[in-house]
């Protein structure tokens, strides 16, 4: 669970993985992983005293790196935790209390190599975003759906995902250090489609976000994003390392 400045949600999404780690017991052991992105507020505080109360791992950044690095730092940690394991499962998901802990259970029986929370999928709403940010987000999907062609997807940009350990391995095998190198936003997509192109699995289930009950400002700078976006388009189309 990638995090920058996220004190005030993060007590609360705390409880709710608490109480799905409940709900998910005898069938999966939850531990969370926290990787504070050089926050200048209490979120690693916060993380620190959830530690007496549930498997909280906290990682720090010293500074902010972005998402897609500590994205990295969450995938590097999660494989190390499972190298003398098999048929674990890598949740991701946003810390800003927009994502419901409680629809990993659906995602986690799926059992795809990567099942995501789609905005897009039959049954998907959003609500709480402005006319301008949900059509960033869904040309951005379109674009990305015509340009790398995944089957099964539907929304690239969302980061509420289940990754199994067996295609962040492959993934790991196959680009090393250079599985994630957006250190922004698109670092989702680019994870997606580098997994894509190994022949993963995909599935996905109806997410209704409701961005309203986000606590804070958005921390996407939309230009720069557009930007990236450009530059994964071209990566996917042109660059072979990524075949």
Not at 137 to 154: D, E, F, Q, Y
Not at 210 to 219: T, V
Request: hydrophobic content about 40%; glycine content about 10%; aromatic content about 6%.
């Amino acid at each position: 669970m990638p995090c920058l400045n996220e004190a005030l949600n993060l007590p609360g999404l705390l409880s709710e993985l608490e109480s799905t780690r409940e709900a998910l017991a005898g069938a999966y052991e939850l531990s969370t992983i926290v990787v504070d992105d050089g926050s200048s507020d209490e979120t690693a505080g916060i993380a620190r005293q959830w530690q007496g109360t549930m498997q909280v791992i906290l990682l720090s950044h010293d500074v902010n790196r972005g998402l897609g690095c500590a994205l990295n730092t969450g995938i590097d940690c999660f494989l190390d935790l499972s190298s003398s394991a098999s048929g674990n499962r890598l949740a991701v998901m946003d810390a800003d209390n927009t994502h419901p802990p409680r629809l990993l259970c659906e995602m986690l029986a799926l059992g795809a190599d990567i099942v995501i929370a789609s905005r897009y999928a039959p049954g998907g709403e959003e609500h709480g975003l402005t006319l301008l940010r949900r059509l960033y987000s869904r040309t951005a999907s379109l674009v990305m759906g015509a340009a790398a062609g995944i089957h099964g997807v539907r929304d690239y940009s969302c980061g509420y995902r289940v990754y199994s350990q067996a295609i962040l391995e492959l993934g790991k095998r196959k680009f090393g250090s250079r599985l994630v190198t957006e250190t922004g936003f698109v670092c989702m997509a680019e994870l997606l489609v580098k997994l894509g192109r190994l022949g993963a699995v995909v599935q996905e289930v109806p997410l209704k976000l409701h961005y309203e009950l986000k606590g804070g400002a958005s921390k996407m700078n939309v230009p720069d994003t557009i930007r990236r976006y450009v530059v994964l388009v071209f990566n996917v189309l042109f660059n072979r390392s990524w075949r």
